[in-house]
């Protein structure tokens, strides 16, 4: 089967089975290594991605269900080879430290920018809740997300 | 990892019952569930799958005349915003609210979470607690089926193989409270140890009437707890009450030792939230 559909802004068109996860569409179809699985179960919030916007883990999103949608990765981030308000926060504030967290806490941090939401310490950490950092750097990565808020950031 | 089976993805009900009736197959509507499963690390793949998220016949909140319904794909992130929801089942939101985090609650559906029958589904005592009916749908036509005679067994349904559940239906009871509760590990992304709803009608006389109390983690499928219910029937939440319906709901209730908790915390944590839903009602 073939899926179309939106990856960063740009159309593509990948060959692969329906329910291939939208995880290994993404890293092994496309080459966007970015999007790191973690658990593969929905529990670490590793493979976030937007899709129309909406966070979302690509570990348990199949293909066929992504057909005509927009779907936005880390690599989407930044433009022209600069790093986007949030990112930028991230390397500020020293929020990430291994890094195997950081594209799916970018997303779920631009998904929470994009929302509106007043970035508050508990609404920011609600809007994590999904996302694992196993080097439990997460004090630094609420402040960036503040910080992108304050900065006046969101996605799209 | 194994190959990823074959998925049909309908566009309509009608081709989704014509799929269903050709052979077998595992419907997925958010994945949540069903995904875990594709890559064989935990057990066999299915077959065949049908995808049904593209079937918009199953989605939106609406209330007709004495009902609140839900369709099945309606999402959790949906139900959290629904103005519908708020007036009418706000438990039903705060059920919703405790669903994983924002990856799982965009993905998951209320119609899933019924389907997949597990018994720690978060949702499902509030469906048994409000009378909740399951519409089904198949070829031979719609059936409604009420929430106590849904799930027969461990991960058992109603549901026969050519069928799907179509919206699931509130009733609207005037004055009627709902509560729920959920004890886990941590406030995200834990699957349940107890989960509690509890519904009633105030009585002019401070009295509760009607009431249901459900429960899930605490057996093969949620449950009621029908001796509890009807130490609180008629009664007002006063500490003796709360006592006496915390020793019955103990006695009452034979949970299992498994890999996310012990029986004897399962009841023992299920007594003391009954008994602090109580209190905080009562205002002692």
Sequence with gaps: MSYRLTVNGDPVEIEAPGMRRLLDALREDLGLTGTKEGCGEGECGACSVLVDGQVVDSCMVPLCQVEGASVQTVEGLAEDGALNVLQAAFLETGGAQCG?????????????????????????????????????GYTKI???IALAAERGSGAG | MPPEPPVVSPRSLDEAFAALASAPHRPVAGGTDLLVQITGEMGEPPERVIDLWGLSELRGIAVEGEALLIGALTTYTEIRRSADVARHLPALADAAATIGAAQIQNRGTLGGNAANASPAGDTLPILLATHAQLVLGGPRGERTVPASDFWTGYRQTALAADELILRIRFPIIAKRQVRFRKVGTRRAQAISKVMMALAWQPGDDGAWREVRLALGSMAATPVRAPRTEAVLEGAAPMAEVADLAVATLADELHPIDDVRSTADYRRAVAGRVLHRLIRDEGGW
């Design chain 1, 100 to 136: 195997i967290c950081t594209p799916g806490m970018l997303m779920a941090g631009e998904a929470f920018l994009a929302s509106g939401a007043q970035p508050s310490e508990e609404s920011i950490r609600e809007a994590i809740a999904g996302n694992l950092c196993r080097c439990t």
């Design chain 1, 142 to 144: 609420v402040e960036a």
